[in-house]
């Protein structure tokens, strides 16, 4: 079995045994990480090819050249060392590899990387009033979208939300919010994102198999599927700040001129919830 097969074998789910698509820290693969993973391999396995050196017989100075070739922030290099360390980890499983070049120490430390930069108060209120002006067919679903987005929670977070985390509590909606490495955490969500996922209810587009009236994922494409967390809460994103550029107060706040899901549910909300 050569790297590519094996790539393939570990991360394909209708192929590969269940307790063998595992990360790093041997937790069951999930979510976005099997095409990162993969992406990531594929771009080492490339580099590889290109200096003529057998992937399966790399060594830790083979990888620390391919990470300082690639460059990027710190986590980024950090997620990288993860995908070749779970990767290794699983040749080493299937005995084609003899050792694991992604040693831990290549990883450098991602608590050094300065934070995520933030909007002020007064950008966040101007995403606010442009997500109440989105239009189109999914207006509701995007306009959702964004309050929740605005209400913190992270893509992923976003599109991992079922209807069936959702509970209307008298006059608050609580969820359960899913949580890096694992499982979920009860949050209280402010009453504007409450009114918008009720104005939303009526007009999902549920379609089994995926999808239900009652149950699946609470955000839905035209085919009743899920959201790619890696795509559209991004476009919708993008679409919003669009529209936010052209307010045509002459006092709106300036936006940066990259703005990302991450930075917007890193920033101080503009709901009520936020502020008391």
Known sequence: MDARTAL???IDKDETPHAMQRGRHGRLLQGTSPRRYRDDVLAWL??????????????????KTWLDSEGGAVRARARRVSALSAFYAYCRQVGIAADNP????LRGRPQDEPGLPQLSPGQMHLLRWAADRLEGSYADRD?????????RLRSRQITELGLEDLHFEQHRLTADVWQKG?????QELPDEVRDAVRNYLPVRTWKPPESHEDQGPLLLTY????????????T???????IARSCPDPDAPELPGRVTPDIVAHSPSPFALEEA
């Open 8 to 10: 393939n074998a570990w």
């Open 46 to 63: 490339a580099f590889m090819d290109k200096v003529g050196l057998d992937a399966l017989t790399a060594t830790p100075s083979h990888v």
């Open 102 to 105: 992604a040693v831990a120490q």
């Open 143 to 151: 306009r959702l979208l964004m309050y929740l987005m605005l209400a």
């Open 182 to 186: 694992g499982g979920t955490r009860l």
């Open 223 to 234: 085919r009743g599927n899920g959201l790619d967390s890696n795509v559209t809460p991004s």
């Open 236 to 242: 919708i994103l993008k679409a919003t700040v669009v």
